[in-house]
């Protein structure tokens, strides 16, 4: 059944359109919140499409919303005003538990499809001993799209250290290309060389994630942490970007790279379905690479849990909303996820297997994983993640603010963070 895109009208026209029209045949319509990108309406389509064939009683219709700050903003007013859809899409992690999940979200935990969900991504729609999310597609990471023509007809070696990748940067440029995709139209794409270096930052402080909840360390106070700024910094202030970075959105990067206009574009792994959305042909011109670091014998990846699916407390069709989302987090949600939108990473649902023929940025990704040379993304081991990166990454990549005084407007954000969650010693 073909997807509809829900439209909101006024009041007194919907009630009026009612009437006329007169009972529905369906008995249950849903609302289904998601955002905007490519992939994502790519694969919720597909699953309501499959689930209205088995459930024909059941009408759900999509609602699209920014990604982002704007987004995140539209999800915690609508959760607050109890004015959320009956299921929505939203960041799995430090960004779930921020939606205060045991007042705002129903407890999904005795849903079958539960027991085939791997324990990595349970982990992070947990809170208070019960589950409240089920994944949407498959694990991914953080890191470098490239262009791979670029690199052969340049003769480029992946970098594994930050210097080599900062040497290939220069002979892209000397080539007349850009270098590095900088899109900040959509600013949170601006995030990805701060929050991809938590490998490297993990490597060299350990303990990070504990002590910067336990309000014991700071990114401004941290050498290793302040690095994703400054290689943030180092990047603009070499001329490497595009020109017009501040008003090109994500498609424009993953444009740019797809197809040779630039040779990187920092990003994660989740944009192979948008690629595979809008520019097929050139799927397999793209490849990836983990974020270099300092040290090349400690090069590895910074992994990403997919988003989840939530039912909101306040939905009125709890029931139905609970069987769509147990089917999307089924074995044959995750097939149909992977069908419509490839792999974009391994999956997170057991016996859902990948597909032999995963782009090469896919590829790319399972060595780092074969060698265990992985850690989740900071946003998964810790509980704070301040709502003002974006905005403070931006500046640092358009040279409005220095590295040093990012980090510490960061941490002051991140107190914020720490004092709404309750979290102690803050």
């Not at 998601?34 to 024909?56: C, F, G, Q, R």
């Not at 993990?202 to 942490?225: G, I, L, R, V």
């Not at 297997?353 to 060595?367: F, G, H, Q, S, T």
């Amino acid at each position: 059944m073909a997807n509809r895109i829900k439209v909101i009208l006024a009041g007194a026209s919907a009630l009026v359109a009612l009437v006329a029209a007169g009972p529905s045949e369906a008995e249950t319509t849903l609302s289904f919140l998601i955002d905007n990108s490519p992939d994502t309406v790519a694969a919720a389509e597909a699953l309501v499409a499959a689930y209205e064939k088995i459930a024909p009683d059941v009408t759900i219709e999509i609602e699209q919303r920014p990604g982002g700050g704007e987004g995140d903003n539209i999800v915690k007013t609508r959760l607050a005003t109890s004015e959320m859809s009956d299921v929505f899409l939203y960041n799995s992690g430090s960004l779930m538990q921020a939606l205060k999940p045991g007042q705002t979200l129903a407890d999904l935990s005795d849903l079958s499809s539960q027991a085939k969900v791997d324990e990595s991504f349970k982990a992070v729609v947990r809170a208070d001993g019960k589950l409240y999310g089920v994944p949407f597609g498959t694990a991914m990471a953080g890191g470098i799209l490239y262009n791979r023509k670029i690199y052969q007809d340049l003769g480029l070696p992946v970098p594994k250290r930050w210097a080599e990748f900062m040497a290939n940067n220069e002979k892209v440029k000397a080539a007349g290309k850009v270098a590095v995709a900088q899109t900040y139209r959509d600013t949170w794409t601006s995030q990805l060389f701060v929050l991809a270096d938590y490998y490297n930052l993990h490597q060299s402080a350990p303990n990070f994630a504990t002590d910067y909840t336990a309000n014991k360390a700071k990114y401004a106070t941290t050498p290793a942490a302040m690095k994703g700024f400054e290689r943030l910094k180092e990047v603009h202030d070499a001329g490497l970007v595009n020109e017009d970075f501040g008003a090109a959105s994500y498609d424009d990067g993953l444009r740019m790279v797809a197809t040779g206009e630039a040779a990187h574009y920092p990003m994660l792994t989740f944009a192979v379905g948008a690629l595979k959305q809008n520019y097929p042909e050139n799927l397999e011109g793209v490849g990836f690479f983990a974020q270099p670091g300092d040290d090349p014998a400690k090069n590895g990846l910074t992994v990403w849990m997919p988003p989840a699916l939530y039912v909101p407390l306040a939905s009125q069709n709890a029931d139905e909303a609970r069987k769509f989302v147990d089917f999307a987090g089924s074995v044959e949600g995750c097939e149909i996820m992977v069908e419509t939108n490839t792999a974009q990473g391994p999956s997170l649902v057991d016996g859902c297997a990948l597909p032999a023929d995963v782009p090469p940025a896919v590829k790319d990704m399972l060595p780092y994983f074969e060698a265990k040379a992985t850690t989740p993304a900071l946003e998964f081991v810790s509980p704070i993640k301040g709502p003002a990166l974006e905005q403070i990454t931006v500046e640092v990549g358009s040279g409005i603010r220095q590295p040093a005084e990012a980090a510490a407007l960061y941490d002051d954000d991140v107190r914020k963070q720490a004092k709404q969650l309750g979290l102690p010693n803050w």
